[in-house]
């Protein structure tokens, strides 16, 4: 079965302080893909990064920064220097070869930014 | 291109009452999703599409109903409204690549009271 873990379900921060969303998963494919999605305050979902699992490269673009770590499962999000506009729901979601049609969401973090 | 559409963006229904949440997607994706979004649980699939004429259960299907009859929609009955079915629901859709992501419509706000 897949799983999705979201620890944090609230982080709050100042802003330009820098924070990482944790994402931890499970499954027992060898192949699999894992995504970040971004709910803004009006309520869209916004696709952020996907990577799979052969490619274990940190990716960055611009403030934003993935961590992907296959020997503790992880698939961690950090943005640098926060602003007020990423106040946010952000979700981690896996999709698996063994079940290649159906995304698996955590249960998200909020993350607020203050001024 | 619109993307995808979900009508309508907010519904007050009563319990026992019956309605369809529309969702119409122009990308030509064969794979297509409702989710339900309560606060705090994160997105729970109700039933999926892999393409016209087949659907699946999700994860929590029970008191809806889909069909597809068409690439482009894939519509979510209600049959009898319960206030446990109070919740933000969406529609989503990809292509067939393993690592496609889904495309998001804007949500359907459903109060059951």
């Known amino acids: 079965a897949q799983k999705v873990t979201q620890a944090q379900t609230e982080i709050s921060v100042v802003e330009k302080e820098d924070v990482t969303l944790d994402c931890v998963y499970e499954?027992?494919?060898?192949?699999?893909?894992l995504f970040w999605y971004k709910q803004p305050p009006s309520g869209e979902l916004v696709f952020l990064i996907r990577?799979?699992?052969?490619?274990?490269q940190n990716e960055i673009s611009g403030r934003y920064s993935w961590n992907f770590q296959k020997s503790t499962s992880s698939f961690n999000f950090t943005i640098t220097a926060s602003q007020v506009v990423d106040s946010a729901v952000y979700f981690c979601?896996?999709?698996?070869?063994?079940?290649?049609?159906?995304?698996?969401f955590g249960k998200g973090t909020l993350l607020t930014v203050n001024p | 291109n619109a993307g995808v559409t979900q009508t309508p963006k907010f519904r007050i229904l009563k319990i026992g009452q019956s309605m369809t949440l529309q969702c119409t997607q122009d990308?030509?994706?064969?794979?297509m999703y409702w989710y339900r979004q309560d606060p705090g649980m994160g997105l729970k699939l109700i039933y999926y599409?892999?393409?016209?004429?087949?659907?699946d259960k999700g994860e929590v299907p029970n008191g809806y109903n889909v069909s597809r009859s068409t690439t482009e929609d894939f519509p979510l009955r209600l049959e009898l409204a319960a206030p446990s079915q109070t919740s933000v629901y969406f529609c989503?859709?990809?292509?067939?690549?393993?690592?496609?992501?889904?495309?998001f419509g804007n949500g359907t706000r459903l109060t059951v009271t």
């Open positions: 989503a859709s990809r292509s067939t690549g393993e690592n496609s992501p889904l495309h």
């Open positions: 990308m030509n994706h064969n794979y």
């Open positions: 599409s892999v393409g016209a004429g087949i659907t």
């Open positions: 990577r799979n699992s052969f490619d274990e």
């Open positions: 979601a896996l999709l698996s070869g063994g079940s290649n049609y159906k995304l698996t």
């Open positions: 499954t027992r494919d060898t192949t699999y893909y």
